[in-house]
């Protein structure tokens, strides 16, 4: 505990955490502690700075002073927090309890740090949709947080906006007369509808640039989001990914921020992820933008002061025949495991040229009443999937050729491919995506799929522009070439991870571990001279197949000549055969008359 | 128990979020001298209810009050109670139904309305009566069907906690250690598809024998199984090393969902940690695990008192324990003076499935890591200087130039199988092992094998019956067992034991262990234990 003022003769318990105001915004800073007043009478904690005065917020939840003082329920709820903006020119605030018959001061001299010169900004152009920030605020929330969230709209840049009440009008936002109070969020007049929680702020010039990117062919724009601790600093970022209706079935990271064209909402309360999924069903993936400025700052909850719990989705709004929803890979998101019906064949394709164990590296996925594998493409189409192999396999996952077959089985799927990893766990591909230029990458590629904070985005099924061709499956009746035609989905899953016995440059230029970098430089000379060997080894045995090979292919080539030559030498025998058979002879005549009427 | 005529009792149905009603029921109600029940008027209790709890009231002078045992389903009820005591020690009583001695009303007084629920006052009744001398007990021969559970509101609780400082933490200490595990898992005496959780969280970032043996399982378990039993595979979900391989399985990660349960916990390598046993005990009523062996006690230099015990504790306190080999398990009970019954489940090989393996011979492979009880070093010291040698496990050592050495968990799988593949002749100089993969593996692709002649070898050569396995007394005999295998021709692989025969011995014992009943002493005697060293700690 930071030292604790006591007022003796009032029953005051005071203490400042921060002695000096802390910057939270080039403009803003506040001071927060902890004061208790037992048996008090009405009163109200007040910051005065330059001559002005803003009330501190209390009632902050303060489990570490309620400990200290033996659980007393009284030091439960001891927290405030005064926020305010910061002046000009150095200047000290004070702090004071004020009752209808009294002042207390608390503490005074506390520094405040100046205001920091903000970069001018050109004004935005008039004109624009009417956009309505809906806020919905239920009984109890604290007005700490309901007035940042409002502070946060009164800061806006861009002037064609409402602010809608939701429900009823806590007391403290009595003197607020340019908020309107609606029932519903459907009572809003705006053209685009953007819901923030009573917990969050908008960054300043949010809804200035989601409204330049409301157009007539936009139906959903949805911004990054800014994750803010309890008093505003920023903490984490959530840098969401283009929309991706496929990624969206199982991770509803469209979030909250998003500004909706009203008239699909339908009435809508809120922006919950069947919200979000019917506005996005009537609008049409087309219609919907992603923004990737973090517009929308998500307050993270404080274990001690507020822990601000969010309810998670238990299950995706979406439901299918045949599919069974499981947890995802990350909180938040789910897998719809879809199973391959009886009776499927799948066949895996795979290439001699990529050594001698491929075969051996699928076996024990393989059960033979399933799957057939074949060393090149085969001639005819026999099985319902098929999976193309194109790299030298080290390893894969145990779903591998189930995920592919199931996923490659759905209408909406055109090919299917996973995660293709090198020999050190580098993510080598994992779909292409069309960038601003039009230029088709992988922004995945050389990540380590080992690492805990992999994208989000990895982790879900979704669909990508294309693909490379290190694995991917597709149904009968499907080209490779033409997948992505009509409304079918080129898709990743990353529930089949092909792990290839190469390496990719970032492997290569990896940092040698430690404990190799302590080898001495005999050690090294050893260990290359050893890889030489074994390099100059594979070499030979890679000549010696490819010699093989080429023989076996003349060989074949020959074998087709010879066959060829003796079918011509049969027809050559037929037609000898014929001119001297005896009914060829008994037809001259009757040949020469034809030749006569035919004027040869 | 005294043989005086039991206290008539005053019912009274109290208004849950009513605490001021409540209270002015009982006053208005009791009657000095009656034992006190409170009722909810929506809870279902069972017939004939009241005789049995007033009996478990007044079988000792300091049960103050006494509940039923609240349960989801009747049929819960029946299955579990004739397994629980009579009575057990509750932190707390059921407002659904408690039935509370008259002289503790007369000597403490009703609930104080202080509280904002029926519930809340109750907590507080019990801790005052508690702090007194008293408890609060379970009639486990009764039943309360009572699926809600209101926890005290916030100001509620913050009271408790500011009056009782010891609240939150007894309900603690009873769901980890004092509660009866029969009770714990009571909801999985329903009927349900057998739900398993294959522990893989003592699995390290790099390929292992202890590594291949876990996936390999699982992998064939989960071909076997599915259907049959719901099959989740616990790590942690930021340890991502094998996530290559497991992607796709139902993760538990005990991070994030702590509050699931199994009917079999299982692990495929010993517990080396109280908290992994922690971990078993706790998510499933039944605890089995693998003995892989026993060369991290028996080594004083890799031993620890507290490996040592728990290694030995938990074999004991498991409801089956699975060992690699007969020579595991009977190291293990040697070494510890015990007669734990392990059952012993030979390891299977992936390798020689396809005629492409089947490569001739190049090199002389020597397998094992730097660890002493490996013998690579001695291996190589008798192997001289003989051409072509390839070492497979741990680091080069300086005095080994001439051979090519790679830390297995550098290479990659296909490489490993490559070496394999491409040897002319295995050599597998380890002193100690629970079993030998590698042993395995390259008598599946038909490589020679020399190993030497210890107990665990000999149980494999009965076992596999394999003319290419030889076997020498000691390492010096090396050099002359080489060089004539190197001469001869190596016999035609035969088919070896594979993953999947592996998978359905396991899975038959699975099916034999939910055949069975709860082990209810084991259950209650390794809770027992874990609850000590709890105490201890």
């Known amino acids: ?600 | 128990m005294n043989d005086q005529p039991l206290p008539a009792v005053t019912t009274v149905r109290v208004a849950p979020s009513d605490i001021t009603a409540s209270n002015l029921a009982c006053q208005s109600a009791w009657k000095p001298g009656h034992d006190l029940l409170l009722l909810d008027p929506d809870a279902e209790i069972s017939q004939d209810f009241l005789a049995e709890m007033q009996a478990v009231l007044h079988l000792h002078e300091r049960h103050a009050a006494v509940s039923p045992l609240a349960v989801r389903e009747t049929g819960i009820f029946e299955r579990i109670s004739p397994l629980l005591p009579r009575y057990s020690r509750a932190p707390a009583a059921l407002p659904a139904c408690v039935l509370i001695k008259a002289e503790i009303i007369e000597r403490l007084g009703f609930f104080d309305e202080i509280f904002h629920s029926f519930h809340a006052a109750l907590d507080d009744f019990v801790c005052r009566i508690n702090r007194r001398g008293y408890s609060s007990v379970t009639a486990n021969r009764t039943y309360a069907l009572f699926d809600r559970q209101n926890d005290p509101s916030e100001p509620d609780r913050d009271l408790l906690l500011y009056r009782y400082p010891e609240y939150e933490h007894k309900f603690a200490f009873y769901d980890n250690f004092e509660r009866d595990p029969v009770e714990q898992f009571a909801i999985l005496s329903a009927p349900h598809r057998p739900r398993i959780l294959y522990d893989l969280f003592h699995l390290t970032p790099s390929h292992s024998g202890t590594s291949d043996f876990g996936l390999n399982l699982l992998r064939e378990l989960w071909k076997q199984a599915d259907g049959e039993f719901e099959l989740f595979v616990g790590t942690h979900l930021a340890e991502r090393f094998f996530m290559h391989e497991l992607a796709g399985y139902r993760i538990y990660d005990d991070a994030a969902r702590a509050d699931e349960m199994f009917d079999l916990a299982f692990k495929p390598s010993q517990p080396l940690s109280w908290t992994e046993l922690r971990r078993l005990d706790r998510l499933a009523p039944r605890v089995s695990f693998t003995l892989l062996d026993l060369i991290g006690v028996r080594c004083d230099y890799l031993n620890s008192p507290a490996r040592q015990f728990v290694l030995q504790r938990a074999a004991k306190l498991s409801d089956y324990v699975f060992a690699l080999s007969a020579f595991a398990a009977s190291d293990f009970n040697a070494f510890f003076a015990e007669s734990v019954p392990f059952h012993t489940i030979h390891l299977g090989t992936n390798y020689g499935r396809t005629p492409d393996e089947l490569l001739p011979g190049e090199h002389v492979l020597v397998v094992g890591n730097n660890f002493a009880h490996k013998g690579v070093t001695e291996a190589l010291a008798y192997l001289g200087t003989q051409p072509d040698i390839v070492v497979l496990g741990g680091k080069p050592e300086p005095a080994a130039s001439h051979v090519r050495w790679l830390a297995s968990g550098d290479v990659s799988r296909q490489h490993m199988r490559d070496l394999f593949s491409r040897a002319r002749v295995v050599v597998y100089p380890s002193y100690y092992e629970g079993f030998g993969l590698p042993v395995i593996d390259a008598l599946a692709l038909g490589k020679p094998v020399i190993v030497l002649d210890s107990a665990v070898n000999r149980e494999l050569d009965a076992s596999f019956a394999n003319r290419n396995l030889h076997r020498i007394a000691t390492l010096s005999a090396l050099p002359g067992v080489l060089d004539q295998l190197l001469r001869t021709e190596p016999t035609p692989a035969p088919e070896m034991r594979r993953w999947p025969d592996v998978a359905a011995e396991y899975l038959n014992a699975f099916r034999m262990l939910f055949r069975r009943d709860w082990d209810v002493g084991k259950m209650r005697e390794r809770r027992a234990f874990l609850r000590a060293l709890a105490a201890s700690d």
């Open chain 1, 1 to 600: 505990m930071a030292a604790v003022v006591l007022h003796s003769a009032e029953n005051v318990l005071f203490a400042l955490d921060t002695p000096a105001a802390v910057p939270v915004t080039p403009a803003e800073a506040y001071v927060k502690g902890w004061f208790v007043w037992q048996n008090a009478p009405e009163f109200e904690l007040r910051l005065a700075l330059d001559g002005t005065e803003v009330c501190a917020f209390t009632g902050l939840a303060r489990p570490d002073v309620a400990r200290h003082h033996q659980n007393n329920p009284a030091f439960k709820y001891s927290g405030f927090v005064a926020r305010f903006s910061r002046p000009a020119i150095p200047s000290a605030a004070k702090l004071f309890v004020r009752t209808p018959e009294k002042e207390i001061l608390l503490a005074e001299q506390i520094q405040v740090p100046v205001l920091e010169p903000s970069v001018s900004r050109p004004l935005p152009l008039p004109g624009g949709p009417l956009v309505s920030v809906v806020l919905s605020i239920p009984q109890g929330a604290h007005p700490y947080l309901v007035m940042r969230a409002i502070e946060s709209l009164r800061r806006q840049t861009y002037a064609r906006s409402e602010i809608c009440l939701i429900g009823h009008r806590p007391a403290f936002l009595e003197d607020l007369d340019h908020i309107a109070l609606h029932e519903s969020a459907a009572q809003a007049r705006g053209e685009f509808v953007l819901f923030l929680d009573y917990r969050d702020e908008l960054a300043p010039t949010a809804l200035e640039e989601l409204a330049a990117r409301l157009a007539d062919d936009v139906d959903l724009v949805y911004a990054d989001e800014q994750e803010i601790d309890f008093y505003g600093h920023p903490a984490g970022r959530f840098t969401k990914p283009a929309f991706d209706p496929e990624a969206f079935l199982s991770w509803n990271y469209v979030g909250k921020g998003a500004a909706i064209r009203r008239n699909l909402l339908g009435g809508a309360e809120g922006d919950s992820w069947a919200v979000l999924r019917d506005v996005v069903r009537s609008a049409g993936p087309a219609r919907v933008r992603h923004l990737p400025n973090a517009l929308y700052y998500s307050r993270k909850g404080d274990e001690l002061v507020a822990p601000l719990a969010r309810e998670t989705p238990s299950s995706p709004p979406f439901t299918e025949p045949g599919v069974t929803v499981e947890s995802g890979l990350f909180p938040g998101s789910f897998r719809l495991r879809r199973a391959v019906p009886a009776g499927i064949r799948i066949g895996v394709v795979l290439r001699p040229e990529d050594g001698a164990f491929q075969r051996a590296a699928l076996a024990p996925l393989i059960d033979a009443r399933q799957v057939t594998v074949y060393d090149a493409t085969p001639a005819g189409v026999t099985e319902d999937v098929y999976i193309f192999i194109n790299r030298p396999l080290d390893t894969v996952n145990h779903f591998f050729l189930d995920e592919l077959a199931a996923q490659a089985l759905r209408e909406e799927c055109g090919i299917v491919t996973g995660i293709s990893l090198d020999r050190k766990g580098r993510i080598l591909h994992s779909g292409l995506r069309r960038d601003t230029t039009g230029r088709l990458t992988d922004s995945f590629t050389g990540l380590s799929f080992r690492a805990a904070d992999l994208p989000n985005e990895l982790n879900v099924v979704r669909s990508v522009d294309a693909i490379s061709d290190e694995f991917f499956a597709v149904r009968r009746g499907i080209s490779p070439q033409l997948a992505r035609t009509g409304d079918r989905s080129v898709l990743v899953t990353p529930y089949a991870v092909a792990t290839f016995d190469i390496m990719s440059e970032e492997s290569m230029s990896e940092e040698p571990p430690e404990e190799q970098s302590a080898l001495d430089a005999a050690s090294r000379l050893r260990q290359i001279a050893s890889e030489r060997n074994y390099l100059k080894r594979e070499l030979a045995s890679a000549r010696e197949t490819l010699a093989k090979l080429e023989a076996s292919r003349c060989q074949d080539l020959k074998t087709r000549i010879r066959e060829l030559e003796a079918t011509l030498e049969t027809e050559r025998q037929i037609g000898r055969d014929l001119q001297n058979s005896a009914s060829w002879k008994l037809t001259a005549p009757l040949r020469a008359c034809l030749r006569l009427v035919r004027g040869k």
